[in-house]
Nanobody, 121 residues
């Protein structure tokens, strides 16, 4: 069983910073991609950023230059969010694209429970 647990959400003023972290645990054979998504009220869930096992990163245009994604060797991914704006308010979800065994079965998506980020004065 795989678990992804997010930490670090909260309330911050515009222009402030937050750092989210997500730890993947359980029976994990290999993680290919870890990423952050967000969903604001009344909107679809959208990609914020993701990072591959090789360290390649992708960012949404709306966060490029303000957010930085990174990961360590212990299956934890981070999202450093700077210069936060009210439009960044959303529930942020961590996702891992991974395999739980060495079998030929393809990787699958696993999601965390989400953490609320609110940017407001």
């Amino acid at each position: 069983q795989v678990q992804l647990v997010e930490f670090g959400g909260g309330l911050v003023q515009p222009g402030g910073s937050l750092r989210l972290s997500c730890a993947a645990s359980g029976t994990i054979f290999s993680i290919f991609i870890m990423g952050w998504y967000r969903q604001a009220p009344g909107k679809q869930r959208e990609l914020v950023a993701h990072i591959t096992s090789g360290g390649s990163t992708t960012y949404a245009d709306s966060v490029r230059g303000r957010f930085t994604i990174s990961r360590d060797a212990r299956n934890t991914v981070y999202l450093q969010m700077n210069n936060l704006k009210p439009e960044d308010t959303a529930v942020y979800y961590c996702k891992g694209y991974l395999k739980v065994t060495a079998s030929p079965a393809p990787p699958a998506d696993y999601w965390g429970q989400g953490t609320q980020v609110t940017v407001s004065s």
